[in-house]
């Protein structure tokens, strides 16, 4: 069973920066690939980026160039840097992992953090 507990969301003007962060404990090893996902009133869950065990990234077309993802495997933590932050980006962001394969929502075996909150304003 795996654990999934996000910190680092708030509230924050446009064109600023969050850090995201997830930790990660239970049975996790370098094995999972995972993810942060989001999800607005209204709207289904999407995804944001994944990184794999061997650390390649993925990044949803809405946050190319602006998000970072990066996992410390030491510490069993995933980031997610935020920059350029714009009022289409408030969502509750969800942090994700699935062993063997990237997270999905439809993927029965994908663990899923409680969630953190964050709103741009203008």
């Known amino acids: 069973q795996v654990q999934l507990q996000e910190s680092g969301g708030g509230s924050v003007q446009s064109g600023g920066s969050l850090r995201l962060s997830c930790a990660a404990s239970?049975?996790?090893?370098?094995?999972?690939?995972m993810g942060w996902f989001r999800q607005a009133p209204g709207k289904a869950r999407e995804w944001v980026a994944t990184i794999t065990t061997s650390g390649g990234t993925n990044l949803a077309d809405s946050a190319r160039g602006r998000f970072t993802i990066s996992r410390d495997n030491a510490k069993n933590t995933l980031y997610l840097q935020m920059n350029s932050l714009k009022l289409e980006d408030t969502a509750m962001y969800y942090c994700?992992?699935?062993?063997?394969?990237?997270?999905?929502?439809?993927?029965?075996?994908?663990?899923w953090g409680q969630g953190t909150q964050v709103t741009v304003s203008s």
């Open positions: 994700a992992a699935r062993r063997g394969f990237c997270p999905t929502p439809s993927a029965s075996d994908t663990y």
């Open positions: 239970g049975a996790t090893d370098r094995h999972y690939c």
